[in-house]
């Protein structure tokens, strides 16, 4: 640890400057510095972990192991932008250490406290945003381990959910050698409460992640933590219902099934969670009403579109089409919304940022006409090839689909109408698709039921209109 006195003073590493502690956990101290080699001075969280060693041979293992998952976490945080990049790892003194993206913002119980309860339709976004993650996660063959309210932030600068804190590298820190010369974990990672049975006795599996992600958003809808959830005798089975009766029983459903105590009753897999949430948000959907925010700012942004919409939607999108979009890009334009504010516009995406240091502009509405372009562009679908999932029975609607996701995608990036987007360019053709799967249809049906509303933008007071 180090000592508070000398915190203003510190240089790590020769680099990073010590601002404040951050915590101090049984694995170590987390820190907030800044980095004195950057002209920037950019923030950035250190984790300081103190491994528990018996005998020289362990400390050789400790040290492998915890090189390989810093490795893990670095290419963790290139996949995808809600989990913090990891810019450096050094030992020190007996001392690991992480250097990380610091993200500003509050973790999901400082939001709670500080604002009340979720609403169903802002936990759903949540679990449709941090289930997409988990795919991507899941697939590098990692499981977190230690998913809670507190170890997930609501990131200030576009409200996304960004996941931290991941339990392989503190499992490295306990490392234990059997007679035989083994690496034996002698630490079990997680929290009580939020971890399931298997991951406490050491065996954990993908849908321990799901178990814990279920009861963080059961605390998201109840204020409680899974200690102080009821549980029932015979079937050890949380009995939560009673304190969310706003929830609908078919979210309700999804939640039931991703907590149940013995891992084979659960979701396999989070795609498989998230088929189930997709499904279930297309009917739930269509009669969604919209609610202004309570007192306690529980019902932080509600996004709806009409249950005649959605009919047509679900003619047009049979429930298959989660199968094929499971990279998680379709699933930002549903709930990258911020979450942490009100806003009236139909739907919200924000771009995907590849480099911190060409940042592309940030839309925070879908434009809300289908008014003709003149500008001279380069249209993004002469260039992709059609993997839509949208089971159109016209041509000519599929057109028009192109046409809206370019006219959409163009008003996002006005500075690339006047060049072609290159092959290579993938996180702009992935945002194209998303576009093309979500956006675009709901601009499609929302103006051919109402093509007089083409050409003015709808205010916040037409609340028929934005349901």
Not at 148 to 173: T, W
């Amino acid at each position: 640890m180090i000592a508070g006195k000398m915190v203003d003073s510190l240089l790590l590493n020769h680099r990073y400057r010590i601002i404040r502690s951050l915590g101090v956990g049984g694995f170590g101290e987390t820190f907030l510095a800044e980095d004195t080699q950057m002209p920037s001075k950019r923030r950035c969280a250190i984790k300081q972990l103190k491994p528990i060693l018996d005998n020289p041979q362990a400390d050789r293992i400790a040290r492998q192991r915890f090189t390989r998952e810093a490795t893990v976490l670095e290419r963790l945080g290139e996949l995808n932008p809600q989990i913090p990049q990891l810019y450096a790892y050094f030992q020190d003194n007996g001392y690991f250490y992480l250097v990380q993206e610091w993200i500003e913002g509050l973790t999901l119980s400082q939001q709670v406290l500080l604002k009340g309860i979720f609403s169903e339709n802002a936990v759903r976004r949540i679990l449709l945003s941090l289930l997409a993650v988990l795919q991507q996660v899941h697939s590098q063959q990692i499981v977190h381990r230690d998913i809670k309210p507190d170890n997930i932030i609501l990131r200030q600068s576009d409200g996304q959910p960004v996941l931290i804190d991941f339990g392989a590298v503190k499992e490295a820190m306990g490392t234990h050698l059997s007679p035989q010369g083994q690496y034996i974990p002698s630490i079990v990672i997680g929290t009580p409460g939020y971890m399931p049975a298997e991951q406490a006795l050491g065996r954990p599996i993908y849908s321990s992640d799901l178990y814990s992600l279920g009861l963080t958003a059961i605390y998201l809808l109840t204020g409680k933590t899974p200690q102080q959830l009821s549980v029932h005798p015979a079937t050890h089975q949380i009995q939560w219902r009673r304190d969310a009766p706003q929830v609908s029983a078919a979210f309700a459903s999804v939640l039931d099934r991703a907590i149940q105590p013995v891992g084979s009753d659960r979701f396999y897999t989070a795609s498989q969670m998230l088929q189930a949430l997709l499904q279930q948000s297309l009917v739930s959907l269509g009669s969604t009403r919209v609610i202004s925010p309570s007192n306690n700012g529980g019902d932080r942004v509600q996004r709806t579109v009409s249950s005649g919409s959605i009919s047509r939607l679900q003619f047009l999108i049979p429930l298959s089409i989660a199968a094929s979009i499971w990279g998680g890009f379709f699933l930002r334009g549903i709930i990258s919304t911020p979450l942490t504010q009100v806003s009236s516009t139909p739907l919200t995406v924000q771009p995907e940022t590849t480099d911190s240091s060409e940042k592309l502009p940030v839309a925070t509405s879908i434009p809300t006409a289908i008014a003709p372009e003149t500008e001279v562009r380069y249209p993004i679908s002469e260039i992709v090839p059609d993997v839509s999932s949208v089971a159109i029975a016209q041509p000519i609607l599929e057109q028009t689909l192109d046409e809206i996701a370019d006219r959409i995608f163009y008003q996002r990036y006005p500075q690339l109408q006047n060049r072609k987007i290159q092959p290579h360019e993938t996180a702009l053709i992935q945002e194209w698709h998303q576009i093309r799967q979500c956006e675009a249809i709901v601009d499609y049906h929302f103006y051919q039921k109402y093509p007089e509303r083409q050409n003015r933008k709808i205010v916040r007071g037409e609340k028929d209109l934005h349901q």
